[in-house]
Antibody
Framework: EVQLLESGGGWVQPGGSLRLSCAAS????????MSWVRQAPGKGLEWVSG????????YYADSVRGRFTISRDSSKNTLYLQMNSLRAEDTAVYYC????????????WGRGTLVTVSS | IVMTQSPATLSVSPGERAALSCRAR??????LAWYQHKPGQAPRLLIY???TRATGIPARFSGSGSGTDFTLTISSLQSEDFALYYC??????????FGQGTKLEIK
């Protein structure tokens, strides 16, 4: 079955760190660009970070650049998001999403993992 | 690129037609997608390249528009269609932006 499964969310104090994981199955993970997208409570979707399909290019939204790091382990078919210096405004459900080859929409999403940043 | 969806909430009866609007502050060509999102579920791709239905999407879903104005039309609403809908531009890849969403509710 083609699917994405996020994990690693939870509660963390401001200034803390958390690492999210996204396990992929059913497709050739290394061929596809992948992204993290988040949804804060009561808000719309916000793209956070992306990883290119071929090669190792990474991209970040201005709101997280310098604090978050995206990476992947193709041997484990897993995408990661290391989140440091967390702020209250980072509270959100975090989704991983897959780009189909040659396209920049997202054709597969996970169900998300909730990150709560609060003291 | 700022994306603005309207209305925020749309109340429609089952069997009727719904038209959701998405406007870009600057041209995105046809680099636009629509997603359906239900609480607790993964978002689902409906339309990409402004008017191409994704695999497995029923024909009652259609997309139109180019440049700055786009519409998602659902021709005859089924009970399972009541959800949140988002547009997304990818013309400014990788700086994707989404609209704030339209909630489609049962009238």
């Amino acid at each position: 079955e083609v699917q994405l499964l996020e994990s690693g969310g939870g509660w963390v104090q401001p200034g803390g760190s958390l690492r999210l994981s996204c396990a992929a199955s059913g497709f050739t993970f290394s061929d596809n660009a992948m992204s993290w997208v988040r949804q804060a409570p009561g808000k719309g979707l916000e793209w956070v970070s992306g990883f290119s399909g071929y090669g190792d290019s990474t991209y970040y939204a201005d709101s997280v650049r310098g604090r978050f790091t995206i990476s992947r382990d193709s041997s484990k078919n897993t995408l990661y998001l290391q989140m440091n210096s967390l702020r209250a405004e980072d509270t959100a459900v975090y989704y991983c999403a897959k780009n189909p080859i040659g396209y920049w929409c997202f054709d597969l999403w996970g169900r998300g993992t909730l990150v709560t940043v609060s003291s | 690129i700022v994306m603005t969806q309207s209305p925020a909430t749309l109340s429609v009866s089952p069997g009727e037609r719904a038209a959701l609007s998405c406007r870009a502050r600057q041209s995105v060509g046809t680099n636009l997608a629509w997603y359906q999102h239900k609480p607790g579920q993964a978002p689902r791709l409906l339309i990409y390249d402004a008017s191409t239905r994704a695999t497995g999407i029923p024909a009652r879903f259609s997309g139109s528009g180019s440049g700055t104005d786009f519409t998602l039309t659902i021709s005859s609403l089924q009970s399972e269609d009541f959800a949140l809908y988002y547009c997304q531009q990818y013309n400014n890849w990788p700086m994707y932006t989404f609209g704030q969403g339209t909630k489609l509710e049962i009238k």
